[in-house]
């Protein structure tokens, strides 16, 4: 198979190669992003491209967003290569029209995995091409199997995204859980060798005055010592608890529908994992919940998902920080639901909009990358637990959703 490789560090060109040409792929090596666009651009271009994120001139994102920006019935697979990990850089990356990334320092088996996954999403592209020409061919029901083959490819592509990010987070959460476990395991050894220590620091204070301890007078740390241990020790607990929801959310789905599952507890997962945008999107969110809620039964990352859309979209519904967000779960005894409402004081929905907005591919956000496949899957997942989906909105006065949920009922 071929694939090119744009980076204008020789150092790297040259590892590039020697793993791909290892592996019995044919390698076009590009020094900078022109030569790099004109060789993707061409009639029998690559249909796998590494692209280095910064390059003189023309560099990845660039390229990504020129390529995407064609009409172009077969596009490349592309890959970044970056040094940039924050996820606000990955998320900038894929949105310019990434299909992945690596992060360098990379090493040949990450390199390969990544390729792979290209490999089989250029696999399914193609017998999904297949099966639309014979339909077209056939020229039976044209409209409705080129729709229905769009969806399949979109949610084809959206997995195996998926599947790569899962793939790095359980490296990640590996890396963060080792380091944080020795914290943990050692930080009640360090508070009881200070508790140790301070008959005799105490005596010496007493005995001879107050005394530089730590860069300040004792007098004020014999005080906040104990405090700082209890706040980066919180902290540490609170770290694991982060990666703990991250590698639950990432991990590979192949559960049924038959766990017992608490509301509640769902969306204050979910709140954490969206937390820093809920800070960065409005200054005004609260939460309340209901007490006693009964449990229902489902799959509760399936679950998570829809919820942490919903907050995503509430969020991007504000137009500043002043406006609000609100959530709150409750149990409706008539209709023998658990329910979830998210509510936005955004910008609204407009009323053409509102019996569109489960339609798949329907989206207001398509040049910011929106697919419109959010909403749309989130209600296939909440009609498959026997739920639905309900929106009130006013263009201009933002917006409401109810998520319901068939509760148990008590024996």
Same mark, same amino acid.
């Given at each position: 198979m071929k694939i090119l490789i744009a980076d204008d560090d020789q150092t790297t060109r040259r590892i590039l190669l020697a793993i791909l040409e290892k592996k019995g792929f044919e390698v076009i090596c590009c020094a900078d992003g022109s030569e790099a666009l004109r060789a993707l651009q061409a009639?029998?271009?690559?249909?796998?491209?590494?692209?280095?994120? /910064? /390059?003189?001139? *023309?560099?990845? @994102?660039?390229? %990504?967003?020129?390529l995407r920006a064609s009409a172009g019935d077969s596009q490349p697979y592309l890959i970044l290569l970056t040094c940039k990990g924050y996820q606000e850089d990955v998320v900038s990356g894929l949105a310019s029209g990434a299909d992945?990334? #690596?992060?360098k320092p990379f090493s040949a088996d990450e390199l390969l995995a990544r390729l792979k996954v290209g490999q089989r999403v250029l696999g399914l592209q193609s017998a999904l091409a297949a099966r639309v020409e014979e339909l077209t061919e056939s020229n039976q029901h044209l409209a409705e199997a080129q729709a229905i083959a769009q969806l399949g490819q979109q949610q084809l592509l959206q997995a195996?995204? /998926?599947?790569? &990010?899962?793939?790095l987070l359980a490296g990640i959460a590996h890396e963060i859980n080792n380091p944080n476990g020795l914290i943990l395991l050692n930080f009640p050894v360090l508070m009881e060798a200070y508790?140790?220590?301070?008959? #005799?620091?105490?005596?010496?204070?007493?005995?001879?005055?107050?005394? %530089?301890?730590?860069? &300040?007078?004792?007098?004020? /740390?014999?005080q906040e010592i104990p405090e700082m241990y209890d706040e980066l020790l919180g902290c540490s607990r609170r770290i694991k608890r982060i990666v703990d929801d991250?590698?639950?959310?990432?991990?590979?789905?192949?559960?049924?529908?038959?766990?017992?599952?608490?509301?509640?507890?769902?969306v204050r997962t979910s709140l954490r994992l969206v937390g820093t945008l809920l800070r960065e999107s409005t200054r005004n969110f609260s939460a309340r919940y209901g007490e006693?809620?009964?449990?229902?039964?489902?799959?509760?990352?399936?679950?998570?998902? @829809? @919820? @942490?859309? &919903?907050?995503?979209?509430? %969020?991007?519904? *504000?137009?500043?920080?002043?406006?609000? #967000?609100?959530?709150?779960?409750s149990f409706d005894v008539q209709s023998g639901m658990v329910e979830l409402f998210v509510r936005d004081e955004g910008i609204g929905i407009r009323p053409e909009h509102v019996s569109h907005l489960t339609s798949p591919f329907f989206t207001t956000k398509r040049e910011q990358g929106g697919t419109g496949l959010g909403l749309s899957l989130s209600e296939r997942i909440v009609t498959g637990h026997g739920g639905s989906l309900a929106f009130t909105t006013e263009y201009g006065n933002g917006t409401t959703v109810r998520l319901a949920l068939p509760a148990l009922r008590e024996r």
């Open positions: 009639a029998d271009a690559p249909k796998l491209a590494i692209l280095d994120w /910064m /390059m003189p001139g *023309l560099d990845g @994102v660039d390229i %990504c967003r020129t992945d990334y #690596i992060v195996e995204k /998926m599947a790569a &990010l899962g793939f508790r140790d220590a301070e008959p #005799i620091l105490e005596k010496h204070y007493r005995d001879q005055g107050d005394f %530089c301890f730590g860069g &300040l007078p004792y007098s004020k /740390m014999r991250l590698k639950n959310f990432a991990r590979r789905d192949d559960a049924g529908l038959d766990e017992t599952l608490d509301l509640n507890e769902l006693s809620l009964p449990k229902f039964k489902g799959n509760g990352q399936r679950i998570e998902q @829809v @919820v @942490v859309n &919903l907050l995503l979209n509430a %969020c991007q519904a *504000l137009e500043n920080t002043s406006q609000g #967000i609100s959530v709150q779960t």
